[in-house]
């Protein structure tokens, strides 16, 4: 079983984050993957023989621009082995959902991931999927003619502090490293990260980078 980041405004930066090397492509091929994911968790399908639990805590919004606060709260589920994805080495199926305790940038995603055992008890697991955010998906121009001083306040601090991600729709590409405690129970350390890849959307794509740690419990 496979137990399974004043108002002097900031330069603003497109597709932050360590995946954004993934490129066009990756982002392609981990949107077919994430929609048969999708598929197996909603529909049912290929149902697997156990499964995994999971809950942690993220550092929010570590990207250059780093605009928002909080900690976001996750908790999750990831299936067994898919062996009938045996052609895709076998990934496993995971839900998650992130909730965070400062402003309303909340998700829920949902893709693949396949676990790698390194030594031992170490193992990594990458991940990708597709999900939605709650966190703004534009912001209002601060250049707007006619707009009053405080306005014009009041859209500064807007973008001070909140991420453009361009849609609510999101890529949720993924990296994990675990430690196996015992049968049952793992502990990793985690980055996601939530990004359009100028994919679901041409314009703003800032992204969001998270790194936490998670307990995740095998029944």
């Given amino acids: ?49 156990a499964a995994d639990v999971l809950a942690g805590v993220y ?3 570590l990207g250059p621009a780093s605009r928002e606060n909080g900690e976001d ?41 396949w676990k790698f055992k390194v030594y031992d008890k170490i193992y990594v697991r990458p991940n990708f999927g597709i999900g939605y955010t709650t ?18 306040a009041s859209r500064l601090h807007l973008y001070e502090t909140r991420i453009s991600f361009g849609t609510h729709w999101q890529f949720n590409p993924g990296l994990s490293a675990g430690y196996q405690i015992n049968d049952r129970l793992a502990a990793e350390l985690s980055y996601e990260h939530l990004s359009n890849g100028q994919i679901l959307h041409q314009g703003d794509n800032e992204g969001l980078d998270d790194v936490g740690v998670r307990l995740v419990y095998a029944y």
């Fill in 1 to 49: 079983m496979a137990p399974t980041l004043g108002l002097t405004m900031k330069t603003p930066h497109k597709g932050a984050g360590l995946f954004q090397v993934w490129g066009s492509a990756t982002m392609r091929y981990g949107a077919c993957l994430a929609a048969i994911a999708a598929s197996i968790v909603l529909g049912g399908a290929g149902a697997a023989s």
């Fill in 135 to 152: 966190g703004k998906a534009s912001r209002p121009s601060v250049t707007q003619p006619g707009l009053t001083p405080a306005q014009v």
């Fill in 73 to 113: 709260i996750l908790v999750g589920w990831r299936s067994d082995q898919l062996g009938w994805l045996k052609i895709l080495g076998r990934p496993s199926a995971y839900v998650t959902a992130a909730a965070n305790t400062d402003v309303s940038t909340d998700w829920l995603v949902t893709g693949v991931a």
């Fill in 59 to 61: 550092a929010h919004d």
